[in-house]
Every structure is written in structure tokens, then in C-alpha cells.
T-cell receptor
Framework: GAGVSQSPSNKVTEKGKDVELRCDPI?????LYWYRQSLGQGLEFLIY????????KSGLPSDRFSAERTGGSVSTLTIQRTQQEDSAVYLC?????????????FGPGTRLTVL | DQQVKQNSPSLSVQEGRISILNCDYT??????FLWYKKYPAEGPTFLIS?????DKNEDGRFTVFLNKSAKHLSLHIVPSQPGDSAVYFC??????????????FGKGTLLTVNP
């Protein structure tokens, strides 16, 4: 399909393990975002990539979280030494380069459960 | 502190009646507002938006009203249909979020439309 895709759809891991979440944005979208939705909460901004500019990492909750975007397309969010509070749905979105009003297109998310 | 608030976690209405979803914000610097709809196990999908220079935007059965003096917006769905049952997120963007690309989301309101 032509939408944003994410993998895996579900991930169960043990506390202390590392996980990698993948996002394939819509072709042609230069902006890519990662959000996290914890139970009962709204979407929490994590990180933003725009073209070749330095990413905005201001939303990453700790240095255990990192993300990269290779070739301006696919992005990987890595969580090291996972903790139970990392359990959430991780959502990726993409958009055209923001010019004022900014509609973001979301993927289905990866549900992460840390036991 | 929550800059975008959806104070009703849930709302139930009868098919054919009006659904009114409310959202309050605290930062007067936001430039635009969006509503997203989310079904279970899917990512949020864009529904309708409004610029801060307008007070109303209509798209079919969906109308968003903005009251800047009260820092309040609402989404009206008329007539409501069972397929509208979903979680609705209010989001705000622009300078109020510190950039033109960050969206600040509320916690969402679960709408149930009963046949």
C-alpha cells in the first residue's frame, strides 16, 4: 500500500533487552515523526526528522532511546535496556515538509510490551 | 502540564443525533488545530483541521468550531453514525508547540454511536 508501514506490529520483550522498531514512511514525504502512546495518555512526541537536517530529539525520554533515518526514508527507533515503563504503542508518522498547517499521516503502530 | 486537554474520556450518543467533542488548550500561540480519528489497532487518521484565523470549518458531516478567546474548540458530527465510533484526538500545532512541525495531542475521547 501507499501508507506508512511499521514493523513489527507487536513486540513482547523482557526487561533489560534491546528492541528495534521500524518505520517506512510514505514515498516522497521528507518529514518523519515518532510518537509514543502510553495507556490512557495522548500521543507523546519523541523525535522528528526533516530531510538532511539534524533531527529534533527533544522528546526522547532518556538516553536509552535513539533513532536514525537512513537515506532519508526508512527509520529505526531503538530502545536499549528496556524497562516496564517503556510499554506503549509506538507510532510513526510522515508528512511533506511542514509549511504552516501540517497534516501528518500515521502508521498502525507497534505495540511494545516489556515484561 | 497539558497544553491540549480533552476532559471527557468518553461520549455515547444515539445514531442520527449530534456528537459534540470538546477540546481546550492553554497556549495562545498555537496556529492551527486538527482532529484525528483512531480505530483500535490502527494509526490515527486525519479528519479535519482549522486555522487560528478562522472560527469554523466544515467538511460534510464534520464541523470544527474554534473560540480563540475561550481557547476552546469543538468537533460536531451530524448525523452520527455507528461507523463514527472511535477515539478522537484533538491536536494543536504551530508556534505554540515551539515549532511549525510539532503537534501536541490531547488524551482522546472515545465516541460510541449506538444504533
Amino acid at each position: 500500500g501507499a501508507g506508512v508501514s511499521q514493523s513489527p506490529s507487536n513486540k513482547v520483550t523482557e526487561k533489560g533487552k534491546d528492541v528495534e522498531l521500524r518505520c517506512d514512511p510514505i514515498s516522497g514525504h521528507t518529514a518523519l515523526y515518532w510518537y509514543r502512546q502510553s495507556l490512557g495518555q495522548g500521543l507523546e512526541f519523541l523525535i522528528y526528522f526533516q530531510g538532511n537536517s539534524a533531527p529534533d530529539k527533544s522528546g526522547l525520554p532518556s538516553d536509552r532511546f535513539s533513532a536514525e533515518r537512513t537515506g532519508g526514508s526508512v527509520s529505526t527507533l531503538t530502545i536499549q535496556r528496556t524497562q516496564q515503563e517503556d510499554s506503549a504503542v509506538y507510532l510513526c508518522a510522515s508528512s511533506l515538509a511542514p509549511r504552516g498547517y501540517n497534516e501528518q499521516f500515521f502508521g498502525p503502530g507497534t505495540r511494545l510490551t516489556v515484561l | 502540564d497539558q497544553q491540549v486537554k480533552q476532559n471527557s474520556p468518553s461520549l455515547s450518543v444515539q445514531e442520527g443525533r449530534i456528537s459534540i467533542l470538546n477540546c481546550d488548550y492553554t497556549n495562545s500561540m498555537f496556529d492551527y488545530f486538527l482532529w484525528y480519528k483512531k480505530y483500535p489497532a490502527e494509526g490515527p487518521t486525519f479528519l479535519i483541521s482549522i486555522s487560528s484565523i478562522k472560527d469554523k470549518n466544515e467538511d460534510g458531516r464534520f464541523t470544527v468550531f474554534l473560540n480563540k478567546s475561550a481557547k476552546h474548540l469543538s468537533l460536531h458530527i451530524v448525523p452520527s453514525q455507528p461507523g463514527d465510533s472511535a477515539v478522537y484526538f484533538c491536536a494543536a500545532g504551530g508556534r505554540g508547540g515551539g515549532s511549525n512541525y510539532k503537534l501536541t495531542f490531547g488524551k482522546g475521547t472515545l465516541l460510541t454511536v449506538n444504533p
